[in-house]
């Protein structure tokens, strides 16, 4: 599934679906149930009293003696087949049928019930109905001999669904209203369980996220999170492992580039130490080269300290401060500095481009003092487009740079292998260029020169992001 609400949303109905399903399957059964037991007990009554009259007119009146009325009602109980006992009106018992003391004696903890038919003359006929469970009290208070029920004793059938619990329950909550109420608690709790598994599915990776975030606030800035599934918390940990890789990547190049920078500012103080130790002890015309050595120090840790300071500003900015641009009299402007030649191809767009006119202009002059620096008098600028982007180019006649060098010279503070300090610059040029063209959508990079040299480009698509 595509979205995380969606599958919280499927799961709630379809537990919601499942729980009144079964409970509706649960009602319904449990209606029929009753039902059957009522019918049953109605059935069974008009039975008992058919039989209680039958008796009532085949045993000797309730004055004859208790003998002969015991003798005439076990014969009648023998020809029936009915397991059946005789009180008189004062609660004694009378006689009781052979078939219900062999149900009392092998019944164990499983009792019949007995139905009670009250005769017109006083006498109590009780009729074995069905087996029950537990010791029965005679509703007058006297107990029953073991195993018989009072006579108004409930019917006793449990559930079915209920039937592994019967030796737990009590008998009112074993059928009933009692009963579907427990069926429903007992429903209540195996959905609320099973659920757990699926709530705790869902979650999984929303906790695994947070523990990444907490290791990645910890200062563990490598640790990334696992990206699964294509919903809410798979964005989610996409974007953080996106932004993650951003911060790291910033951390890590503002740490390079205080170390590098320490490491260029080493250089020009330790000169500017050295001469003003030694300045006192020189002759006039030594010590004014000393001073002018100083000042060119001077200016090489304020250029130094300028470019940190731009290259700082350009990461720390998301956006930047875009406006119309003349590219073609920024790049003739920047040219005559260093006497460039500037070939604009034809068709070149000639209405303004949106960027930043101050960022793009330290860009072109970068690359012309380095031509300038590396590659001799021999400069050109070269102004192209096609149907997405606008190049500018910059080529030199110089020795060009390797194969292998073309990227690494972008790195800040990077400098060729044999271009010792005292040639100029302090590294940054380059990185600035590239960063600048990256916040313009572009990109910079350095190709081979046709008949030697190197050329510089820097490539900005004519339609800005985000415009």
């Known amino acids: 599934m595509k979205t995380l609400a969606l599958r919280i949303y499927l799961t709630v109905v379809a537990v919601l679906l499942i729980f009144a399903l079964i409970t509706g399957w649960l009602a319904q059964h449990n209606l029929e149930h009753e039902r059957t037991v009522v019918q049953s007990q109605s059935a069974w009554t008009e039975r008992a009293a058919a039989w209680g009259e039958l008796l009532e007119n085949s045993l000797p009146p309730v004055t004859a003696p208790q003998a002969l009325q015991a003798q005439v009602f076990l014969d009648w109980a023998d020809r029936l087949r009915l397991p059946m006992a005789l009180e008189s009106p004062e609660g004694e018992r009378i006689a009781t049928s052979s078939l219900l003391q062999e149900r009392l004696r092998l019944a164990g903890e499983h009792r019949p019930v007995l139905h009670r038919v009250q005769l017109s003359d006083g006498r109590s006929l009780w009729m074995a109905k069905r087996l029950t469970r537990g010791p029965r009290q005679h509703p007058g208070g006297a107990s029953l001999p073991a195993g018989l029920s009072p006579p108004d004793a409930p019917p006793g059938s449990i559930q079915p669904w209920l039937e592994p619990l019967s030796p737990m329950l009590p008998p009112w909550l074993a059928h009933g209203a009692p009963a579907l109420i427990l069926s ?61 890789q951003r911060i790291e990547d910033l951390v890590t190049s503002n740490r390079s580039l205080l170390a590098n920078a320490s490491h260029e500012l080493r250089s020009p103080l330790a000169r500017l130490k050295m001469a003003v130790s030694i300045m006192a002890d020189l002759p006039p015309e030594r010590a004014a080269q000393i001073k002018d050595e100083i000042h060119q120090d001077i200016r090489e840790l304020d250029a130094l300290v300028e470019e940190v300071l731009l290259a700082s500003r350009i990461d720390a900015r998301q956006t930047i401060d875009r406006g119309p641009v003349d590219l073609v009299g920024l790049m003739v402007e920047e040219a005559s500095r260093v006497g460039a030649e500037v070939d604009v191809a034809e068709g070149f767009p000639t209405q303004p481009y949106l960027g930043d006119e101050r960022l793009l202009r330290r860009a072109a002059r970068n690359l012309l003092e380095n031509a300038r620096r590396y590659g001799g008098a021999d400069v050109q600028v070269e102004l192209s487009h096609d149907p997405a982007y606008i190049f500018l180019r910059v080529n030199d006649r110089g020795p060009g740079v390797p194969p292998d060098q073309r990227e690494r010279i972008f790195e800040p503070f990077y400098r060729l292998p044999g271009h010792a300090e005292h040639a100029g610059g ?22 081979a020169r046709e008949g030697g040299g190197s050329c510089f480009v820097i490539q900005l698509p004519k339609t800005p992001p985000g415009v």
């Open 426 to 447: 302090v590294g940054l040029g380059l990185s600035l260029v590239r960063q600048i063209a990256a916040k313009h959508g572009g990109q910079a990079r350095c190709e």
């Open 184 to 244: 429903l608690i007992l429903l209540f709790v195996a959905v609320a369980v099973s659920a757990w598994p699926v709530a705790h599915h869902l979650t999984r990776r929303l906790q695994a996220l947070r523990r990444g975030v907490e290791m990645f606030g910890a200062g563990e800035l490598h640790h990334r999170v696992a990206v699964e599934g294509r919903d809410e918390v798979a964005t989610l940990a996409r974007s953080f492992n996106e932004a993650a």
